[in-house]
C-alpha cells in the first residue's frame, strides 16, 4: 500500500514542484530576468559593460519578437541605459583604447535600440565602438588582436565579440562600403585560415584552435602556424554562432556572404561528428575526448545547438540526410535532462558551464580542465536561450 502511495505521489508531486513555462526559452530568459542577470550590472551593482549581457540581449530580442512580451523589450532597454550616459557616452568600464573586442559585443544592442526608438544616444553608443575598430590594433595580415595586451593574437570568441556589430553597423549606416564588407569577411577568414586544424596534426578533428599568435611568441604558439595547442569548445561555440548571426546580416550580393557560407559548410558537419556519441553533446576540449579530466561543457554545446539549427532553418547547412539536426536534436534533449534543474520557486538553474578559458596562460589540456564550472553562467544561460529559440521552430 505504502508503496502504491509513493508511486503516485511521485507522480504527481513533481507537476506541483516544477511551475515551469511551457518553454525552455521563456523559462530561461524570465529566470535570468528574476535574478537580475544580463543588466548591465555586475554583482556589486555597479554598471559594466559585458559581452554576456550583450549576447543575452541578443536572446532577448529574438524572445520579443516571438512572443511580443514588453517584459523582454523593457529589460534590455533597462540594461542598455544603465551602461550608456543620455548624452550616449559609454561607461560601466568601458575604454576605448584598451581596444579589446569583448565590449564590442554590447554593440548590437546599441544597434537595436536606436532602430526602434530613434533615440541619438543610441547612434552615439554605436558610433564610438565603431570609432574603435578603426584604429583597433591588427596583424600584418589585417586580423585585430584580441585586445591591445594581446600582441598579435586572434582569438575565435574575438569574431563573435566584434563582428556582429561590425556587420550591423554597416548594413545600417554604409550599407555600399564594399571596403568595411570585406574587412568584415577578412576578419572570419583570417581566424579560419590561421587556426584550422592541418591534416597531419594531432587530435585532429577538423576543427578550429581556440587562437593563434600571428608572431608566435605565446608561450603557447605552435612552431609551425602559431596556433594554440587545444580546441575549445566555447571559442568554436562562439564563431559558429558568429557565423549563422553575420550570414543573416551580411546581404548576399557580397562576396563575403558565400566565403563565410563555405566555412560554415566545411565546419558544421565537423561539429557535428564531435560530438559524443553516447551523450550527444560536446566535451570541452575537443581533441581530448574522453581524456581524464574533461567533462561534457554545457556552454559550447548549447552555442552549437542553436548554430546548426539556425544555419539549416536559414539554408546555410545542407542537411539532406538529416544528420545535423538529428544531432542537435540529441544533443538539446540532453541539455534539458541534464544540465536544466528547476529550482523550486518556479525558475531554473543551469549547470556545467565552464567560467573561462583564456589564452593568457600556456593554453594547454590541463589549464583548461583546471578551470571550474559555475552555476547560471550567463554565458552558457544565453546560449541556451538561443539553443531552445531556435529548437522551438523545429
Ligand atoms: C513576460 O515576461 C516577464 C519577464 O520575464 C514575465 O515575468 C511575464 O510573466 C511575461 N508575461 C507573459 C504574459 O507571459
Ligand atoms: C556625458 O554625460 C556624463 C554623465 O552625465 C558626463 O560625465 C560626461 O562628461 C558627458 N560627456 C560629454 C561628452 O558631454
Ligand atoms: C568604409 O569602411 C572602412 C573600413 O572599415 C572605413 O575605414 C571607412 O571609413 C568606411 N567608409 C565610409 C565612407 O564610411
Ligand atoms: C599550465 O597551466 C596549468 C594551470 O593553469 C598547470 O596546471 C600546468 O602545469 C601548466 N603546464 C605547463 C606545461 O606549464
Not at 530561461?28 to 528574476?34: K, T
Not at 546580416?249 to 563555405?262: E, K, R, V
Amino acid at each position: 500500500m505504502e508503496y502504491v502511495l509513493l508511486a503516485v505521489l511521485a507522480s504527481i508531486l513533481p507537476s506541483f514542484a516544477v511551475a515551469r513555462p511551457s518553454s525552455y526559452a521563456v523559462w530561461a530568459a524570465d529566470s535570468a530576468i528574476a535574478r537580475g542577470q544580463g543588466n548591465g550590472l555586475d554583482s556589486t551593482g555597479k554598471a559594466s559593460v559585458s559581452y554576456e549581457h550583450g549576447e543575452l540581449q541578443w536572446g532577448l530580442k529574438q524572445l520579443y519578437d516571438t512572443t511580443g512580451n514588453q517584459s523582454y523589450f523593457n529589460y534590455i532597454l533597462a540594461g542598455a541605459n544603465n551602461i550608456v550616459f543620455d548624452n550616449g557616452t559609454v561607461h560601466g568600464g568601458y575604454t576605448l583604447t584598451d581596444y579589446s573586442l569583448d565590449p564590442v559585443r554590447t554593440g548590437p544592442t546599441f544597434l537595436y535600440l536606436y532602430q526602434m526608438t530613434g533615440q541619438s544616444k543610441w547612434k552615439t553608443a554605436a558610433d564610438t565602438f565603431r570609432k574603435q575598430l578603426e584604429t583597433h590594433p591588427r596583424t600584418a595580415q589585417g586580423q585585430y588582436w584580441h585586445k591591445l595586451r594581446y600582441y598579435n593574437q586572434g582569438w575565435l570568441d574575438g569574431i563573435y565579440m566584434g563582428d556582429i556589430f561590425y556587420a550591423q553597423y554597416t548594413k545600417d549606416f554604409q550599407s555600399s562600403n564594399t571596403t568595411a564588407w570585406a574587412d568584415i569577411t577578412s576578419q572570419f577568414n583570417l581566424m579560419f585560415q590561421n587556426s584550422i586544424q592541418a591534416t597531419g596534426d594531432a587530435n585532429n578533428i577538423g576543427l578550429l584552435y581556440h587562437g593563434y599568435d600571428y608572431s608566435h611568441t605565446a608561450a603557447w604558439a605552435s612552431a609551425d602556424r602559431g596556433h594554440s595547442p587545444e580546441v575549445w569548445d566555447r571559442a568554436l561555440g562562439w564563431y559558429a554562432m558568429a557565423l549563422v548571426d553575420a550570414l543573416d546580416i551580411i546581404p548576399n550580393s557580397q562576396p563575403g556572404h558565400a566565403t563565410l557560407l563555405n566555412i560554415l559548410q566545411t565546419i558544421a558537419p565537423k561539429i557535428r561528428d564531435a560530438a559524443d556519441p553516447s551523450s550527444g553533446v560536446w566535451w570541452l576540449v575537443m581533441t581530448r575526448a574522453g581524456h581524464s579530466g574533461n567533462y561534457f561543457e554545457s556552454s559550447g554545446s548549447a552555442m552549437f545547438v542553436y548554430a546548426l539549427l539556425k544555419g539549416v532553418r536559414l539554408g546555410y547547412i545542407p542537411d539532406t540526410d538529416g544528420s545535423i539536426v538529428k544531432a542537435a536534436r540529441k544533443a538539446y534533449e540532453y541539455m534539458t535532462s541534464h544540465w536544466v534543474v528547476s529550482n523550486g520557486d518556479g525558475s531554473m538553474g543551469w549547470t556545467n558551464t565552464v567560467e573561462v578559458g583564456s589564452l593568457s596562460g600556456n593554453g594547454t589540456y590541463e589549464y583548461y580542465i583546471s578551470v571550474p564550472t559555475d552555476l547560471n553562467d550567463l554565458k552558457g544561460l544565453a546560449a541556451f536561450l538561443l539553443a531552445s529559440i531556435e529548437y522551438e521552430k523545429l
